[in-house]
């Protein structure tokens, strides 16, 4: 499995996308949908092909002032690296 | 009556017309045909009502999609309608050029099925000529897959006794093939494929090696492509959740505008299946008599009624467990708990057993044909 890394600029992988309503997006895949809510759809709303992992991570940092910069990095790693084993986020 | 809020993906079986004449084919042993075929404005409305009602995935399959002459105009309007196409294919009849407008047009996923890793008994498991096309075809897919809308592309399948054995090779020549990502399903005993049970139910034995075979396999390529095993259910001890439960994610229109709540459905006798032509799809969803027949628990006999597994596999398929006993409302006889269960051990003992086709599987392909003529029955294409 490719590794995420500060460079690494994570995007939907192919056929992937959003859907659903403004007030309840899901990212649709082959075979299935997740409802994400919260910080998941804040992070996912990131991964459009513009942002590094690192900057990802430092905006996250900027909305979550009371979060440590680690934990953050560690659950934004944790969150992408479950989507990219089912091919629904790319890096 | 049970009120569910909304399906999540609607399977339109555009056509049954099909190049094709796979012999585990999972269409209704009576075929419709071209003449009683839905029109394309019937099907833009049903996609249409379909978003209204909460769907989010359209599958159009068929028989073979690509017989309909308007398939860009439906996944147009499936775009329009905001639902998530995919096209399941066997890609004969798919031109560079219709594939270019097709993508064009808004398609999300296309998923090409494969029958074997050689081309002789890859065309003679589909009884047509097809193989050498879809590695062509497998290229151009992946053409589209650099561009700004970048289409999924899935590699689907079928696995029985008469491939089971080449299940490794299979999977190396459709990697070669980087889609992003592989069903691999084993027959399921339906149709034609329920027909040619004898030939085609593995052993227990070759059914363990496939796990492990694919398991690896996983391991291998996570993070690459995306590997989704459906094992055949005799071989399980506790049935599949057939459809999700039936009535309660997914809705089938069969190409007449027959709503069915799987595709098998039309085998249980007494049901009435309402008519997009007569009705529209919310009003079907919540009212039509198909839908209502075993949604929920009252249906269920013991050992479902008290079994705390029935919120998980409710109970199981309908159409097989009509299909083995002759009653629809049977318990499931994969259930190892069921009343019936011997049925499944039976056909095990006696289908699942190595023997005439495996052996001759060796044979050059012409010779293999004229020693199997009679002993498959190909489904036949509707007038």
Request: charged share 25%; glycine share 6%.
């Amino acid at each position: 499995m490719a590794e995420l890394s500060d460079a690494s600029v994570p995007k939907f992988a192919a056929g992937c996308r959003w859907g659903g309503t403004t007030e309840a997006p899901v990212v649709l895949f082959p075979e299935g949908a997740i409802r994400v809510e919260g910080t998941g759809r804040i992070i996912l709303e990131l991964c459009d092909g513009h942002f590094s992992m690192a900057e990802i991570v430092e905006k996250l940092e900027t909305q979550f002032i009371l979060a440590p910069k680690d934990k953050i990095r560690a659950d934004v790693q944790t969150f992408l690296e479950q989507l990219h084993a089912k091919r629904i986020i790319d890096y | 009556m049970t009120q569910y809020s909304h399906p999540l993906a609607l399977i339109a079986e555009i056509t049954h017309r099909c190049p094709l004449h796979c012999v585990y084919c999972s269409n209704p042993l009576e075929l419709t045909s071209r003449q009683e075929e839905l029109a394309t404005a019937d099907w833009l409305r049903v996609f249409n009502e379909a978003a209204a009602l909460g769907v989010l995935h359209l599958h159009l399959t068929g028989g073979e999609p690509l017989a309909r002459a308007d398939l860009t105009e439906l996944i147009e309007g499936a775009r329009k309608s905001r639902l998530y196409s995919n096209l399941i294919t066997s890609g004969i009849g798919l031109s560079r050029e219709r594939l270019a407008q097709l993508v064009e047009a808004g398609l999300d996923h296309i998923q090409l099925s494969f029958q074997d890793s050689t081309e002789g008994p890859a065309n003679w498991i589909a009884g047509a000529r097809s193989h050498a096309h879809k590695l062509e075809l497998a290229g151009w897919i992946r053409e589209h897959q650099t561009r700004e809308h970048r289409i999924a592309f899935t590699t689907n399948l079928v696995v029985h006794r008469q491939n089971i054995e080449h299940l490794e090779e299979m999977i190396a020549a459709l990697e070669a093939l980087h889609p992003d990502r592989m069903e691999i399903a084993h027959a399921q005993y339906y149709g034609w494929a329920l027909r040619n049970r004898s030939a085609l139910l593995p052993t227990r034995a070759q059914l363990d090696r496939a796990v492990a075979v694919v398991a690896a396999a996983e391991e291998r390529l996570r993070g690459k492509i995306r590997i989704d095993m459906v094992i055949p259910d005799y071989h399980a001890r506790f049935p599949k959740a057939c459809m999700g439960g039936w009535g309660r994610q997914l809705m089938l229109i069969d190409p007449a505008g027959r709503a069915l709540p799987c595709h098998a459905a039309g085998v249980i006798p007494g049901m009435r299946f309402d008519n997009v032509r007569d009705h529209g799809l919310d009003w079907i969803w919540q009212n039509s008599e198909a839908f209502q027949k075993f949604r929920g628990e009252a249906w269920m006999p013991e050992p479902c009624r008290s079994c705390d597994r029935r919120k998980e596999d409710f109970g199981g398929c309908r159409c097989q467990a009509f299909l083995l006993t002759g009653d629809a409302s049977a318990t499931d006889p994969v259930c190892e708990l069921a009343p019936l269960h011997r049925l499944i051990e039976d056909a095990v003992r006696e289908d699942a057993v190595t023997g005439l086709a495996p052996e001759v599987l060796e044979a050059p392909f012409h010779i293999l044909q004229e020693k199997m003529a009679g002993f498959w029955s190909y489904r036949t294409d509707p007038k």
